[in-house]
């Protein structure tokens, strides 16, 4: 029998719209839909993607937020060998994603064990949550020679502030005013925008991060223009 191939389905950031064409198409061809599952009881990924995968068999593949590589590799162990055995018996996967699989994605590690593996498996890329955010509120993330510096926000940041770039810090989440007081003290918060959640029901976008004064959100995202 033929094996099945695994695809890593990018599907934006969180507007159904925003979905491209190749996603959808191989939605609606997938035998299984592998879907994320930090077991909060959120299904973001699959919010989005939901009117296309009506009557498909779901997987639901834990990706619970652990600091412990040990125990983090062994759930992407699990995962890798369930999709495995699905392949195994000629089942095309589709595993869903939130923006691009490329861009700090859980799902990339997965890729990498079914492809050591010696299965078939493709990355599908998504919009990603920077692209869309600045999009939200009319910027261009880069002009001209300006450099694009793309940072965790929920880690230390303090080493990428003197850097000359255009910035974008993801996730900052619990991290926010964190990050808030260490642009202030960089000098560097008047050119710094905000958006949290974007294009789902719950975005908040705030084009001065300054006038942002509460914690926010796990899908919260700064940009910091150089000035001119």
């Known amino acids: 029998m033929k094996k099945g191939k695994l695809y890593g389905l990018g599907i934006g950031p969180g507007d159904p719209e925003l979905l491209t064409l190749k996603a959808v198409r191989l939605l609606k061809e997938a035998d299984i839909v592998a879907v994320p599952d930090k077991g909060t009881g959120e299904k973001t990924a699959l919010q989005i993607v939901k009117p296309f995968v009506e009557g498909k068999e779901l997987l639901y593949c834990p990706t619970p937020m652990l600091r412990d590589a040990a125990q983090w590799n062994q759930f ?3 995962t890798a060998d369930q999709i495995c055995s699905l392949l195994d018996s000629g089942k095309t996967v589709s595993f869903i994603t939130l923006g691009d699989p490329t861009i700090y994605s859980t799902y990339i590690y997965v890729h990498k064990k079914v492809i050591a593996r ?3 498996a493709e990355l599908v890329p998504g919009v990603t949550s920077f692209c869309a955010a600045a999009a939200k509120l009319g910027q261009a993330l880069c002009e001209k ?3 694009l510096l793309i940072v965790p926000g929920n880690s230390d940041v303090k080493d990428s502030l003197d850097i ?3 910035k974008v810090f993801m996730k900052a989440g619990s991290s926010i005013l964190q990050l808030q007081s ?6 560097v918060l008047e050119q710094a925008s ?7 029901q719950d975005e908040r976008i705030w084009p001065h991060f300054s006038d942002m004064t509460e914690s926010s959100g796990y899908f919260s995202l700064v940009i910091v223009k150089q000035p001119d």
């Open 76 to 78: 992407h162990e699990k």
């Open 118 to 120: 010696g299965y078939e």
């Open 145 to 147: 020679s300006q450099r």
């Open 164 to 166: 000359p770039a255009n």
């Open 182 to 187: 260490q642009l202030r003290s960089a000098g």
């Open 194 to 200: 905000m958006v949290e959640n974007c294009g789902m």
